[in-house]
């Protein structure tokens, strides 16, 4: 029996235009009369996956920034700030790639060093409430996830810089085809989700989980049942022990139905 189901959000969860399936509120009133978890497990900010569940926020748990805070309901019972060395680092990794802005998330606000008015569109949908300026290394003791946006230099950035220049404490995750997160590297979703397990009492053979891209391995990799979207990438199909339809045909919402038993 299912106890709880996780789910990433963007390219899963959401459709291409970044919107909740329709029944969204009909899925989590099932849910609450199934007495099963809805988790949204997304890298993310806490005030972005608020924003974008608005009133329905409050019934569901929230794992933001690729696990490093946990939300159960209203009240934020994890986050995990990274060292100011760490930070520090990163941050100077960032500033030094190509066409790159950098993106530095503490608990509550975002700082942001942006290069181009169209990252500023790329932006505006996952970090309302940000602060634009040139020195955000000034709020690395603040810092909880630093994440790098280019729009054409992604992977070759990753490849070629940042995979090699921020080892040790802190791990770099491709979270999108225009994003690279930093964080602890004991912190995943996967981590988080684990630890959500124990605390709530719920085996992984009574969890699911839903994603498309490298940063959810981890999360689909810590339950039974786990299930990649048909847009994902090759190495979450390969971990995934199924593949469904794509994110903007609901896929993600019809299988938690179907699991449900509806």
């Not at 709880?4 to 235009?17: C, G, P, V, W």
């Not at 100011?84 to 606000?109: H, M, Q, R, W």
Request: hydrophobic share 40%; charged share 25%.
């Amino acid at each position: 029996m299912i106890k709880l189901i996780s789910t990433d959000m963007d390219h899963s969860l959401l459709d291409n235009d970044s919107h909740l399936p329709p029944n969204i509120k009909e899925i989590l009133d099932l849910c609450e009369e199934k007495g099963v978890f809805f988790v949204a497990a997304s890298g993310r900010t806490m005030h972005s996956i608020e924003t974008k569940f608005g009133e329905l926020a409050s019934r569901i748990i929230k794992i933001s920034d690729n696990g490093s805070q946990l939300k159960i309901k209203d009240k934020l019972v994890d986050g995990s700030l990274i060292s100011y060395e760490d930070a520090i680092k990163a941050i100077e990794v960032g500033l030094s790639l190509k066409e790159t802005s950098v993106v530095v998330t503490a608990v509550d606000k975002v700082y942001i060093n942006c290069v181009s008015d169209t990252h500023k569109g790329f932006l505006a949908e996952y970090y309302q409430n940000s602060i634009f300026l040139d020195d955000v290394s000034q709020y690395a003791d603040q810092a909880i996830k630093i994440t790098f946006l280019s729009i054409d230099n992604t992977l070759d950035n990753f490849n070629s810089v940042v995979s090699k220049e921020l080892r040790g404490t802190i791990t770099p995750t491709l979270s999108g085809k225009v994003w690279i997160d930093v964080i602890r590297n004991d912190v995943s979703k996967g981590n988080t989700l684990n630890r959500l397990l124990t605390d709530l009492n719920i085996s992984p053979t009574e969890a699911a989980a839903f994603g498309d891209y490298d940063n959810d391995i981890t999360m689909l990799e810590a339950v039974k049942y786990s299930y990649a979207v048909s847009n994902a990438s090759q190495s979450v199909k390969e971990v995934a022990s199924e593949v469904i339809g794509s994110n903007d045909d609901q896929a993600v919402a019809h299988k938690i139905i179907e699991l449900l038993g509806q």
